[in-house]
């Protein structure tokens, strides 16, 4: 099993920069596909990015597609999630999560961080 850790959220401006660093302990963490989701007040969790386990594949909600970027460094045992041109809209707590394959779906990730907040003032 891997545990997760979160970290590099805080508080921007419109158009600013964040880099979201996912930093796991166990085992697995190579053979592990890692998701970023995030979920914003009063709304259901949403899936945001995903990276396959080698790094060889990513994918990207589209409308994150171009202003996010996900990326990991496997001898480090981290993901990161570079968030450009943040909006508003982008508010919410963002959590990592591991599981076997790259998912957009919640379920198949089978371990999760405990979530890190990113507020984007206007």
């Known amino acids: 099993q891997v545990q997760l850790v979160e970290s590099g959220g805080g508080l921007v401006q419109a158009g600013d920069s964040l880099r979201l660093s996912c930093v796991a302990s166990?085992?697995?963490?190579?053979?592990?596909?890692i998701g970023w989701f995030r979920q914003a007040p009063g709304k259901e969790r949403e899936f945001v990015a995903g990276?396959?386990?080698?790094?060889?594949?990513?994918y990207y909600t589209n409308s994150m597609k171009g202003r996010f970027a996900i990326s990991r460094d496997n001898a480090k045992k981290t993901v990161y999630l570079q968030m450009n041109r943040l909006k508003p809209e982008d508010t919410a707590v963002y959590y990592c999560?591991?599981?076997?394959?790259?998912?957009?779906?919640?379920?198949?990730?089978?371990?999760w961080g405990q979530g890190t907040q990113v507020t984007v003032s206007s």
């Open positions: 999560a591991a599981g076997a394959l790259t998912s957009s779906r919640e379920t198949n990730y089978d371990a």
């Open positions: 166990g085992r697995t963490f190579s053979s592990s596909a």
């Open positions: 990276i396959s386990n080698s790094g060889g594949s990513t």
